[in-house]
């Protein structure tokens, strides 16, 4: 019982700061009153108004920086499962700025997932890229993608820091991508990943595994992403079957 009532009374804090936010038109970045001057507002006591608080920054609508206070965050980039678009043209559509690090691009022998994945025999030659992927300057995903070597002769000629592998592979390649499948679960970023996305070691984070394929339904890329949690959202358009 107890239990219910302190999430309840966390709940109406995390309504009070979002209705406050929003009555007050704060952007991205302005700064909440003191944690004080809310607890004297709206009479909560420190630990519930800390709790809303550390919930809304799980959740990526707020941030605090050390010895200054609680802000408010940038809106998280949704992005719908259902659609096939890049990144980049997601990003550019959202009136963002997407940048890349080249983190590796190397050939490498297929082991048995991607053989499996890319319907290849199992040590064959595939392209592997691994870029940081920067939405406004923030780094938001680690992604990875693995390629048939002969099917894509010549691709580590193009800088992928600057260009879209996928513009490459339709104009270059003349592959269009029609469909994919893809799975969303949730892992802890490792020592390395931390770095990279600058979040704490341990931090959820989401794991994507996917494959890409063209119009003949042959594979074209498999995929794996660690992307930020407090950065990205997904959402889905459930529709009824029409046989129910």
């Given at each position: 019982?107890?239990?219910?009532?302190?999430?309840?009374?966390?709940?109406?804090?995390?309504?009070?700061?979002?209705?406050?936010?929003?009555?007050?038109?704060?952007?991205?970045?302005?700064?909440?009153?003191?944690?004080?001057?809310?607890?004297?507002?709206?009479?909560?006591?420190?630990?519930?108004?800390?709790?809303?608080?550390?919930?809304?920054?799980?959740?990526?609508?707020?941030?605090?920086?050390?010895?200054?206070?609680?802000?408010?965050a940038?809106?998280?980039?949704?992005?719908?499962?259902?659609d096939?678009?890049?990144?980049?043209?997601l990003?550019?559509?959202?009136?963002?700025?997407?940048?890349?690090?080249?983190?590796?691009?190397?050939?490498?022998?297929?082991?048995?997932?991607?053989?499996?994945?890319?319907?290849?025999?199992?040590?064959?030659?595939?392209?592997?890229?691994?870029?940081?992927?920067y939405?406004?300057?923030?780094?938001?995903?680690?992604?990875?993608?693995?390629?048939?070597?002969?099917?894509?002769?010549?691709?580590?000629?193009?800088?992928?820091?600057?260009?879209?592998?996928?513009?490459?592979?339709?104009?270059?390649y003349?592959?269009?991508?029609?469909?994919?499948?893809?799975?969303?679960?949730?892992?802890?970023?490792?020592?390395?990943?931390?770095?990279?996305?600058?979040?704490?070691?341990?931090?959820?984070?989401?794991?994507l595994?996917?494959?890409?394929?063209?119009e003949?339904?042959?594979?074209?890329?498999?995929?794996?992403?660690?992307?930020?949690?407090?950065?990205?959202?997904?959402?889905?358009?459930?529709?009824?079957?029409?046989?129910?």
């Amino acid at each position: 019982m107890r239990n219910r009532q302190g999430n309840r009374s966390r709940d109406e804090a995390m309504e009070k700061i979002e209705y406050y936010i929003m009555k007050n038109e704060l952007v991205p970045h302005e700064k909440l009153p003191s944690e004080r001057d809310m607890c004297d507002m709206w009479n909560f006591n420190r630990t519930t108004l800390r709790s809303a608080i550390q919930r809304l920054i799980t959740e990526g609508r707020l941030y605090q920086k050390k010895g200054s206070g609680t802000y408010v965050a940038d809106p998280k980039l949704v992005r719908n499962l259902q659609d096939l678009r890049s990144l980049s043209t997601l990003v550019r559509e959202n009136g963002g700025i997407l940048t890349n690090k080249l983190l590796s691009v190397e050939v490498i022998e297929s082991n048995k997932q991607t053989t499996k994945k890319l319907h290849l025999p199992l040590g064959h030659k595939v392209y592997a890229l691994t870029r940081l992927r920067y939405v406004d300057e923030e780094p938001v995903t680690i992604e990875s993608c693995f390629m048939d070597y002969e099917k894509f002769s010549n691709i580590m000629n193009h800088d992928f820091e600057k260009e879209s592998l996928y513009s490459v592979i339709e104009n270059e390649y003349g592959i269009s991508i029609a469909h994919g499948e893809e799975r969303v679960g949730i892992a802890y970023a490792t020592d390395y990943e931390a770095e990279l996305l600058g979040v704490e070691p341990g931090q959820a984070v989401f794991y994507l595994t996917g494959v890409s394929y063209n119009e003949d339904q042959e594979p074209v890329e498999y995929f794996k992403s660690i992307v930020r949690a407090d950065k990205v959202k997904f959402a889905s358009v459930l529709r009824q079957r029409e046989d129910e």
